[in-house]
Structures are given as structure tokens and as C-alpha cells.
């Protein structure tokens, strides 16, 4: 049981769009910054892929830097009221898992599609990795988490997933993660 916990605290802690951009660091990992504000997406008419693009890593870069047990409001604020952790329950303050990562460095965004390109060059990308619903984007990202002393690392590092998001009421939410 306790494993499984860890397990799944690990999913939130290390825990998608496209547009013909991506953020990609090769050589010495660095984080990416961005911007403090809300991520948002220009109420205009003619929304860009590139604009949906930017707000969408700026979600994902929140998600991974954020700590549900010390805010959780910043952190529901990230999820689209279409996915299942924006029913979740805010985790405890004091709850163990809440301070095992000292920190998170993004290494890569992609879009799915850059992605199985790189990765599967010719083959169809499947259908457990593309969008469900109209608008959805999906990216691939990658991680690298520095975890505290002591702290047996859940998961292989760096980490990967997809992240499946939704432009919704001028943001970039997240639907759903995983892989």
C-alpha cells in the first residue's frame, strides 16, 4: 500500500498541444522560465497554434514546479474542469510526500507528434497518445527531478509523459497525464 502511494505521489510530483514549435534542451539540462502570470490566451478572434503552443508549456512548466500540499489553489487552477484531478482533494500540509523533491528540471517539450516522429520515424502514432476531444492537444514531456537526501527515487530519471491539454476560457488546461 505504501508503495503504491509513493507510486502515485510520484505521478503528481513528476508529473499535451500542438503547434510547429517545440522547447527542447539538448547537452547540460537548465530550467526553463516563464512568466509568473496566469497562463492565458489572447481572447482574439484568430487564435494562433503558436499562442495555444505558449500558453500550454506555460501550464505544463507550473505543473511541473508546482506543490499541491503548500498551494493547493495554484495548483487546481491548472486543470480543466473536463479532467479527473480537478475533482481531486487537496492533499494534507503535513503529508510525507509533500517534501520529497527539492526540484524540477524541464528538459523537453514537445508536441506528440514531434515526439513519435523522432522516436518511431514511419509508424502511425497510436491512438492511446492522440487527442479525445475537439481542441485537445497532447505533448511529451521530460523531466529531470533532484529529490531530497534519503529519498528513494519512485521512477526512472530523467521521467517522461504525455500531457494531454485543453484551451478552455482563454488558458491551456490540463486533461489528463500520463503514458
Known amino acids: ?15 499535451a498541444c500542438s503547434a510547429p514549435q517545440s ?8 530550467p526553463i522560465a516563464y512568466p509568473q502570470d496566469e497562463p492565458t490566451i489572447t481572447p482574439t478572434a484568430a487564435i494562433t497554434d503558436q499562442q495555444v503552443f505558449n500558453a500550454c508549456v506555460e501550464t505544463i512548466t507550473k ?13 487546481h487552477a491548472l486543470f480543466s474542469t473536463k479532467s479527473y484531478g480537478y475533482n481531486a482533494t487537496p492533499m494534507a500540509e503535513n503529508d510525507p510526500a509533500c517534501d520529497m523533491k527539492e526540484s524540477v ?9 514531434e515526439w513519435w516522429r523522432m522516436e518511431n520515424n514511419g509508424k502511425d502514432l497510436p491512438e492511446a497518445a492522440q ?9 511529451f514531456v521530460k523531466v529531470e527531478t533532484t529529490w531530497r537526501p534519503g529519498v528513494v527515487p519512485p521512477s526512472q530519471n530523467p521521467g517522461t509523459m504525455l500531457m494531454w491539454m485543453l ?12 503514458w
Open 105 to 113: 528540471k524541464i528538459l523537453q517539450i514537445l508536441t506528440v507528434e
Open 23 to 30: 522547447t527542447s534542451v539538448a547537452g547540460e539540462p537548465t
Open 167 to 178: 484551451p478552455e476560457n482563454g488558458k491551456c488546461l490540463i486533461r489528463d497525464y500520463g
Open 63 to 75: 505543473f511541473m514546479q508546482s506543490n499541491p500540499c503548500k498551494d493547493w489553489d495554484a495548483y
Open 131 to 139: 487527442p479525445n476531444l475537439p481542441g485537445e492537444r497532447v505533448f
Open 1 to 15: 500500500m505504501k508503495r503504491v502511494f509513493l507510486v502515485t505521489i510520484a505521478l503528481l510530483v513528476i508529473s
